[in-house]
T-cell receptor, first 115, second 109 residues
């Protein structure tokens, strides 16, 4: 048990659908992250929240919309996705996002397939 | 640009030793992390180096040379359960992790 949970674990959606990914951390951390992991590519940081405030948005297309209602919950709202958006979406948390020792704890990920 | 390089795949024998290298070029340096990721699972933390030298933790050790932009992860007494991907990541000047693509380690009996 990593202390970070994600739902759903698997998601198949059409390009016109709207869906949301959910992440919850039980570690008392202040920072949460969304990453995209594609096969044989480095983890791509999408969004960072620190104390519920978005601190990073790495040029992510607007079809991905994050929401962080509190320090324990993070959502990724999806709409009009493209097939190239199919990937593993990982959520992570850490004590803070602006310190040297920034060990991140990951959830199991959501395997997304866009048809 | 920022870049992390590590081999795509390595093969080793059960009981042996393997060294996985990582070289990096980043804007600033606030430490280097190694993570392990089994297929279909979350990455899990293995080690953190911020000063030059070797950090040992059981069967796993991690080395850092900041002047060379180089690190390695050393795995001893390999077990079948060590078959996984090993991810190198550097914390840059903004404390964001820059990730390598990972090294898939295959352990053979």
């Amino acid at each position: 048990e990593t202390g970070v949970t994600q739902t759903p674990r698997h998601l198949v959606m059409g390009m016109t659908n709207k869906k949301s990914l959910k992440c919850e951390q039980h570690l008392g951390h202040n920072a949460m992250y969304w990453y995209k992991q594609s096969a044989k590519k480095p983890l791509e940081l999408m969004f960072v929240y620190n104390f519920k405030e978005q601190t990073e948005n790495n040029s992510v297309p607007s079809r991905f919309s994050p929401e962080c209602p509190n320090s324990s919950h993070l959502f990724l709202h999806l709409h009009t996705l493209q097939p190239e958006d199919s990937a593993l979406y990982l959520c992570a948390s850490s004590q803070d996002s602006d310190r040297s020792y920034n060990e991140q704890f990951f959830g199991p990920g959501t395997r997304l397939t866009v048809l | 640009g920022q870049n992390i390089d590590q081999p795509t795949e390595m093969t080793a024998t059960e009981g042996a030793i393997v060294q996985i290298n990582c070289t990096y070029q980043t804007s600033g340096f606030n430490g280097l992390f190694w993570y392990q990721q089994h297929a279909g699972e979350a990455p899990t933390f293995l080690s953190y180096n911020v000063l030059d030298g070797l950090e040992e933790k059981g069967r796993f050790s991690s080395f850092l040379s900041r002047s060379k932009g180089y690190s390695y992860l050393l795995l001893k007494e390999l077990q079948m359960k060590d078959s996984a991907s090993y991810l190198c990541a550097v914390s840059d000047s903004n404390y964001q992790l820059i990730w390598g693509a990972g090294t898939k380690l295959i352990i053979k009996p």
